[in-house]
């Protein structure tokens, strides 16, 4: 799962107006002084690329891989009827 991090010691009233305006969805908010990013984000990491640098950060958590050399001959037999 990723997510959108918004460090908001960096955040002012302009660097807020200017990430309001990069976002083709509408999805940043600011109210008292803070940055927020509602349901309407489509994680298209726009505010990351051409916003102020260091505002936002797209974080990704690394899913874990399977070994499948480790399930060498099991077979999986699946009887359907309609």
């Known amino acids: 799962m990723a997510e ?3 460090h908001q ?3 002012t009233k302009e660097v807020a ?3 309001i305006k990069i ?3 509408n999805a940043i908010k600011y109210e008292d002084g803070k940055i927020e990013i509602d349901a ?3 994680m298209c990491k726009i505010c990351v690329k051409k916003g102020p640098k260091g505002v936002i950060e797209y974080i990704k958590e690394e899913t874990p891989t399977i070994n499948k050399s480790i ?3 099991i077979t ?3 009887d359907h009827l309609m």
Do not use: M, R
């Open 76 to 78: 999986v037999y699946v």
């Open 40 to 42: 309407a984000c489509k």
């Open 71 to 73: 399930w060498k001959g």
């Open 23 to 25: 976002c083709p969805f």
């Open 9 to 11: 010691e960096k955040v």
């Open 4 to 6: 959108l991090v918004v």
């Open 17 to 19: 107006d200017e990430l």
